[in-house]
């Protein structure tokens, strides 16, 4: 079993920054592939950042609409993986979640919220214009 915990949500003006964290427990964090998605009211969770896990270089890939402005970062040794967020827009305001893969094969491009097989509880992020 794997427990996330996600902080560093808030509220925060358009052009601001934020870094989100989400602590794992467990001692196979690293063989993971990790991933943060959001969902605004009324929508359906979308994918915003994932990493491969460390055994494949740990890799990332984004959504287009963060790209640039996003990055997902690990830091194995605490267990956390990091959303460090830039130039926000009011478009961004969401709950954001982090979520671990731990079946075979954590080196892929994971985008789909089945794909994932733990959740943190959420943490709001909000924009205003």
């Known amino acids: 079993q794997v427990q996330l915990v996600e902080s560093g949500g808030g509220l925060v003006q358009a052009g601001g920054s934020l870094r989100l964290s989400c602590a794992a427990s467990g001692r196979t964090f690293s063989s993971h592939a990790m991933g943060w998605f959001r969902q605004a009211p009324e929508k359906e969770r979308e994918f915003v950042a994932g990493m491969a896990d460390n055994w494949s270089g740990g890799r990332t890939y984004y959504t287009d609409s963060v790209k640039g402005r996003f990055t997902i970062s690990r830091d194995n040794a605490k267990n956390t993986v990091y959303l460090q967020m830039n130039s926000l827009k009011p478009e961004d305001t969401a709950v954001y979640y982090c979520?671990?893969?731990?079946?075979?094969?954590?080196?892929?491009?994971?985008?789909?919220?089945?794909?994932?097989?733990?959740w943190g509880q959420g943490t709001q992020v909000t924009v205003s214009s």
């Open positions: 979520a671990a893969r731990a079946r075979y094969p954590t080196t892929g491009w994971h985008t789909a919220p089945y794909e994932y097989d733990y």
